[in-house]
């Protein structure tokens, strides 16, 4: 993105707009992370269906407080814009909006996230439009392998060989959210190699064992041994290795883990877990866990699954998963540490 207001090098308006949630959350990352690129920089979020434009419009012309760039996120952009045929003046969203485009100072951007289609937003005449729209591979245009590949050289810090990201993207599909915390286990399922195989993916992504994989986690967080032993079972039964569950297990405990120490910094639950890119689907379970497990807990988990990848490249693959799943059921990891 050019500069184009003195001292700013973003544009005043964003409109994040279209229906991939995936990619909106990724278009709010990209934001954050080019603010830090310039330096300090204040992060505000609003929610537009109760917030007045006026009123976020007066905040957002306001100078930060200890100087730098305001960035000021709306959600649920819809309600304001679709308000834009008023004929006030003095209330018309579109007019407010063009107005603030035109301030030359304070630095301040204002992020309208909404569900207009790009070609919509473009037709309102204001601000720079970010497109959300769905990622497919077609018309010689290989968009959604080429973002495949840089989520996992950029995010995960491994090179996807194209014959794995063909293999990948069979069975995920062009599910962004899916795609990540495949991309994730795989990482962590391949350790110090830089590379990510099309073997790699045949052995751990299957039928996707992330949802259950958690909810085994889940279950083991609450010491519920006989239905982690169940979600063990249906995995297993179902087809998936059990080294696949496993990588899959230590990826969510590690997870878990590193929302426990960040609340030892201070962060509530729901930040550590929003922090971590935890998503929606799982944040439920994640923060009932938070509550029941400290640090330590999730520690003497991690040793588990590690003692338990020993065991299972020892040839004792099955019968180390189970016997970890009862240990990570034991009351002093899940009830016997819950936080008060």
């Not at 204040?42 to 007045?52: G, I, M, Q, S």
């Not at 018309?139 to 060989?161: H, Q």
């Not at 915390?181 to 039928?207: F, H, K, M, N």
Request: glycine residues 8%.
């Amino acid at each position: 993105m050019r500069a184009r207001y003195p001292g700013q090098t973003l544009p005043r308006i964003l409109l994040i707009c279209g229906e991939d949630t995936d990619l909106k959350r990724y278009a709010l990352e990209d934001l954050r992370s080019r603010a830090k690129a310039a330096g300090h920089f204040e992060w505000h979020v609003r929610n537009a269906a109760t917030t007045p434009l006026v009123e976020l419009l007066n905040e957002a012309g306001t100078p930060a407080l200890f100087g730098g760039l305001s960035i000021f996120v709306a959600e649920n952009g819809d309600r304001l814009l679709k308000r834009a045929s008023a004929k006030n003046e003095d209330s018309d969203p579109l007019r407010l909006l063009k107005r603030f485009e035109g301030l030359a100072a304070p630095p301040a951007c204002l992020a309208l996230v909404t569900s207009l289609k790009p070609k919509a937003a473009e037709a309102l005449g204001v601000g720079q439009v970010v497109a959300c729209w769905p990622l497919e591979d077609r018309d010689g245009r290989p968009d959604l392998t080429r973002w495949t590949l840089a989520c996992a050289r950029e995010r995960c810090g491994k090179r996807l060989e194209a014959d794995a990201a063909a293999a990948l993207l069979s069975r995920t599909g062009n599910a962004l959210g899916r795609i990540r915390d495949a991309l994730q286990s795989l990482a962590i399922y391949t350790g110090d190699r830089p590379a990510i195989t099309a073997a790699d993916v045949e052995a751990l992504v299957g039928g996707n064992p992330q949802v259950h994989a958690f909810a085994l986690a889940d279950a083991a967080s609450q010491a519920d041994a006989p239905k982690a032993l169940g979600l063990l079972r249906r995995l297993l039964e179902g087809g998936e290795r059990p080294e696949a569950v496993l990588y899959v297990l230590a990826f969510h405990c590690r997870r878990l883990s590193q929302a426990l120490a960040r609340m030892e910094q201070g962060a509530s639950p729901s930040q550590a877990a929003d922090d971590l890119g935890v998503r929606p689907l799982f944040k439920p379970a994640v923060l009932h866990a938070l509550q029941r497990l400290t640090p330590r807990a999730g520690d003497r988990a991690l040793g588990i699954l590690r003692e338990t990848d020993r065991r299972h490249k020892s040839g004792r693959g099955k019968a180390a998963l189970e016997r970890a799943v009862v240990r990570l059921c034991a009351p002093t990891l899940a009830a016997g540490s819950t936080r008060g």
